[in-house]
Nanobody, 123 residues
Framework: QLQLVESGGGLVQAGGSLRLSCAAS????????VAWFRQAPGKEREGVSC????????NYGDSVKGRFTVSRDSAKNTVHLQMNSLKPEDTAVYYC????????????????WGQGTQVTVSS
């Protein structure tokens, strides 16, 4: 059974940093494109970042470019999202998702999802 588990969320002040992790079990995450999405209350799910299988391609949403970095740790079957210079508007539940396809930030392209981790940025 394919399973994704996010961790690393929490409460941080504006300007601070967090590193989210997405750990996989039941499959080799390096064989999949992995994306991060976020959803704030009352808002649509937003694409944050993705990394292709093997790590050759990475994409970022406009609102996080230059602040967030996605990376793989193949030895740990994990993908990380380093979030720096956090802003209150980054507050949301963050989800990781995996698919065998292109690195795109469209949620409907991804069939495997984690349960999400809450990130709260205080002003």
């Amino acid at each position: 059974q394919l399973q994704l588990v996010e961790s690393g969320g929490g409460l941080v002040q504006a300007g601070g940093s967090l590193r989210l992790s997405c750990a996989a079990s039941g499959f080799t995450l390096n064989d999949y494109t992995v994306a991060w999405f976020r959803q704030a209350p009352g808002k649509e799910r937003e694409g944050v970042s993705c990394i292709s299988s093997g790590g050759g391609a990475r994409n970022y949403g406009d609102s996080v470019k230059g602040r967030f970095t996605v990376s793989r740790d193949s030895a740990k079957n994990t993908v990380h999202l380093q979030m720096n210079s956090l802003k209150p508007e980054d507050t949301a539940v963050y989800y990781c998702a995996a698919a065998q396809g292109l690195c795109v930030l469209w949620p409907y392209e991804y069939g495997n999802w984690g349960q999400g981790t809450q990130v709260t940025v205080s002003s």
